[in-house]
């Protein structure tokens, strides 16, 4: 809604300047120039945004899929199982460090407040003893985790963490929302999974790329500033969507929404309005504070049918997270969550 509004003050603006006039110096007034005509606009989750002039395609050409929009996949109930791999590093920063931790909750629970649902577990590196340190030594970040009792077929909310604190905290606090583990992901009891990790220094340099500093950033272990959002846009079959636009129910004047180069290395592309080729989005600077911490995140695309004016757009799904000062919350939206039957 605020960068529909934005640009509606620029044309409206501009509007307004051309029809006061001017003199050309002989006395006529200077030519009215024409109005700039407004975006075209469509609602999603409530949201109002311009809708993409681009065809949305995913992975291999072909339109996304949109059919779990409203008809969630239907499951079975859960089993335990143990969950374990290695640690996943995004951006810089090439090992894991001594002292991180891995909490599993579920999507109802407060992350930051609760005690986590399904436990909490140290992550091994390669330079502690211990039966995962063999396990670490193997992952090219050298960090690995390993817990009992996860729930298959129930969303989760997997924080990473460091026990660090003031200047020997070196991670930042990593919320990724909607997880979902299902039967037929098991191997012997077993479910391999990659947790995220994000260290200072990535989230330092992807504000200052994407031309939004984030407040408080300075002191990353005071409880005070803004945070992240990040992730990627899919389809219903899991595939990476192009050209999909995404927006949040609590955008303000301080949030930046960028899109990213596509490159194996991404940086924030600004001149992008839509997701490229690698499907990933970022808000910048989103508000923390108590009572507006909790972000609804959309995305969708534009109705590939409609080839003139008042198109609407077709919804990819929505999902609302919270989010902490000094953090970075990832949410890749993959459609509806499955149900339980």
């Given at each position: 809604?605020?960068?529909?509004?934005?640009?509606?003050?620029?044309?409206v603006?501009?509007?307004?300047t051309?029809?006061?006039?001017g003199?050309?110096?002989?006395?006529?007034?200077?030519?009215?120039a024409e109005?700039e005509?407004?975006?075209?606009?469509?609602?999603?989750?409530?949201?109002?945004?311009?809708v993409?002039?681009?065809?949305?395609?995913v992975q291999?050409?072909?339109?996304?899929?949109a059919?779990?929009?409203?008809?969630?996949?239907?499951?079975?109930?859960?089993?335990?199982?143990?969950?374990?791999?290695?640690?996943?590093?995004?951006?810089?920063?090439?090992?894991?460090?001594?002292?991180?931790?891995?909490?599993?909750?579920?999507v109802?629970?407060?992350?930051n407040a609760d005690?986590?649902?399904?436990?909490?577990?140290?992550?091994?590196?390669?330079?502690q003893?211990?039966?995962?340190?063999a396990?670490?030594?193997?992952c090219?970040?050298?960090?690995?985790f390993?817990?009992a009792?996860?729930?298959t077929?129930?969303?989760?909310?997997v924080k990473?963490?460091?026990?660090?604190e003031?200047?020997?905290?070196?991670a930042?606090?990593?919320?990724?929302?909607?997880?979902?583990?299902?039967?037929e992901d098991?191997?012997?009891?077993?479910?391999?999974?990659?947790?995220?990790l994000?260290?200072r220094?990535?989230?330092d340099s992807?504000p200052?790329?994407?031309?939004k500093?984030?407040?408080?950033?300075?002191?990353?272990?005071?409880g005070?500033?803004?945070?992240?959002i990040?992730g990627?846009?899919?389809?219903?079959q899991d595939?990476?969507?192009?050209?999909a636009v995404v927006g949040?129910?609590?955008?303000d004047?301080?949030?930046?929404?960028?899109?990213?180069?596509?490159?194996?290395?991404?940086?924030?592309d600004?001149?992008?309005n839509?997701?490229?080729?690698?499907?990933l989005?970022?808000l910048?600077?989103?508000n923390?504070d108590p009572?507006?911490n909790q972000?609804?995140?959309?995305?969708?695309f534009?109705?590939?049918?409609?080839?003139g004016?008042?198109?609407?757009?077709?919804?990819l799904?929505?999902?609302?997270?919270?989010?902490?000062?000094d953090?970075?919350t990832?949410?890749?939206l993959?459609?509806?969550?499955p149900?339980q039957?």
């Amino acid at each position: 809604m605020q960068f529909v509004y934005r640009l509606s003050v620029v044309v409206v603006g501009l509007w307004m300047t051309a029809c006061t006039g001017g003199s050309t110096g002989t006395g006529e007034p200077e030519p009215t120039a024409e109005p700039e005509p407004a975006a075209d606009v469509c609602t999603l989750s409530g949201v109002d945004v311009n809708v993409p002039t681009a065809t949305a395609q995913v992975q291999g050409g072909g339109a996304p899929d949109a059919s779990c929009i409203g008809n969630p996949r239907m499951v079975t109930g859960s089993q335990n199982v143990t969950l374990e791999g290695c640690v996943d590093i995004f951006g810089l920063g090439e090992e894991a460090k001594v002292g991180l931790r891995a909490a599993f909750y579920g999507v109802d629970q407060d992350p930051n407040a609760d005690t986590p649902r399904y436990g909490e577990v140290d992550i091994a590196t390669e330079t502690q003893p211990g039966e995962l340190q063999a396990l670490a030594q193997a992952c090219s970040s050298k960090g690995y985790f390993r817990i009992a009792d996860i729930p298959t077929h129930t969303p989760l909310i997997v924080k990473v963490y460091d026990t660090d604190e003031g200047v020997l905290q070196v991670a930042i606090d990593t919320y990724t929302y909607d997880i979902v583990f299902f039967d037929e992901d098991i191997d012997n009891g077993t479910i391999e999974y990659e947790v995220n990790l994000i260290y200072r220094s990535t989230y330092d340099s992807v504000p200052t790329l994407g031309g939004k500093l984030i407040d408080g950033q300075d002191d990353i272990s005071d409880g005070v500033g803004r945070a992240i959002i990040a992730g990627e846009i899919h389809d219903c079959q899991d595939r990476l969507v192009m050209n999909a636009v995404v927006g949040t129910d609590r955008n303000d004047a301080q949030t930046e929404l960028v899109y990213f180069d596509g490159n194996e290395d991404p940086k924030p592309d600004l001149t992008r309005n839509l997701t490229n080729d690698d499907a990933l989005y970022g808000l910048l600077n989103v508000n923390t504070d108590p009572g507006s911490n909790q972000h609804t995140v959309f995305a969708g695309f534009a109705d590939p049918d409609c080839n003139g004016e008042d198109c609407e757009c077709i919804s990819l799904g929505s999902s609302t997270v919270y989010v902490f000062p000094d953090s970075v919350t990832i949410l890749t939206l993959r459609g509806d969550l499955p149900v339980q039957q």
